[in-house]
């Protein structure tokens, strides 16, 4: 099968760069799948879990990614995101803590701005610790 080149920047890190033939996104409107000779375009994405394959046969490989976008130009695909970590690295204790704090945030009288950062905070805080929970359960 085609592949195309990937690159998944996080603002601190080089995450990912390499070639595979197929990646899934959390686009705004629901997930989004890329495939080789995608319609050149740039897509908004939020929060969640990114997966990719490397070739037909690689399992998907799995990623916890902030906000972010994909840029998709001439069988190349860029994706730049706030953070990027793998389901393994997640710390779930630290998880669990930063969930806690962004549902007290979100019981505490604040003004619309300040409502939507703790939406975003308990948002991340549940993917990681979903994605690190899928870890665990395959690891035992």
């Known amino acids: ?11 601190d890190k080089k995450f990912y760069t390499g ?19 995608h319609e ?3 897509i908004a994405t939020k929060e969640g879990t990114m997966r990719f394959k490397e070739s037909d046969d690689s399992e998907w490989r799995y990623a916890v ?4 976008f994909v840029h998709i130009a001439n069988n190349r695909v860029t994706y730049l995101v706030d953070t990027a970590e793998r389901p ?5 204790v630290r998880a669990e803590r930063a969930k806690e704090r962004a549902e007290e945030q979100m019981r505490q009288k604040q003004s ?3 409502y939507h950062v703790s939406q975003a905070s308990l948002a991340r805080a549940m993917v990681r610790l979903k ?3 899928r870890v665990n359960i395959n690891n035992h």
């Open 112 to 114: 619309i701005a300040e």
């Open 1 to 11: 099968m085609a592949t195309f080149s990937l690159k998944v920047l996080a603002a």
């Open 40 to 42: 050149d375009m740039v």
């Open 131 to 133: 994605e690190a929970g």
């Open 88 to 92: 393994e690295d997640i710390d779930r």
């Open 19 to 37: 070639r595979c033939n197929a990646l899934i996104v959390p686009a705004l409107d629901g997930e989004l799948e890329i495939m080789s000779h």
């Open 65 to 68: 990614v902030g906000l972010g």
